[in-house]
């Protein structure tokens, strides 16, 4: 499975982004896909999770601003961003999941200027 994330980019804070990872090659019919942020000096985190069934999981840093969705027929995750704040600049990654398999895309960089 190959993952192409795309979307990231520098917006001012209280402004919106909207991220997308599409995965290719072998995918599979029920699976996970998910986004982790990892900001300098800080270990990589879980933003917002779902799965080919639709239940998600999110932190409770980005509850009620960040949505995430999921298209089964493209195989592309979305993260949608409201109220950005600086504190969520950080290289943005997406992740599939078919336990035991695991794959990371490249990662996009989000900065949120004050």
């Known amino acids: 499975v190959q993952l192409q994330a795309s979307g990231g980019g520098l917006v001012q804070a209280g402004g919106s982004l909207r991220l997308s990872c599409a995965a290719s090659?072998?995918?599979?019919?029920?699976?996970?896909m998910g986004w982790y942020r990892q900001a300098p000096g800080k270990q990589r985190e879980l933003v917002a999770i779902?799965?080919?069934?639709?239940?998600?999981n999110y932190a409770d840093s980005v509850k009620g601003r960040f949505t995430v969705s999921l298209d089964n027929a493209k195989n592309t995750v979305y993260l949608q961003t409201y109220r950005l704040k600086p504190e969520d600049t950080a290289v943005y990654y997406c992740?599939?999941?078919?336990?035991?398999?695991?794959?990371w895309g490249q990662g996009t960089q989000v900065t949120v200027s004050s």
């Open positions: 779902i799965n080919s069934g639709g239940s998600t």
């Open positions: 992740k599939y999941i078919h336990s035991p398999y695991v794959y």
């Open positions: 090659g072998s995918t599979f019919s029920t699976y996970a």
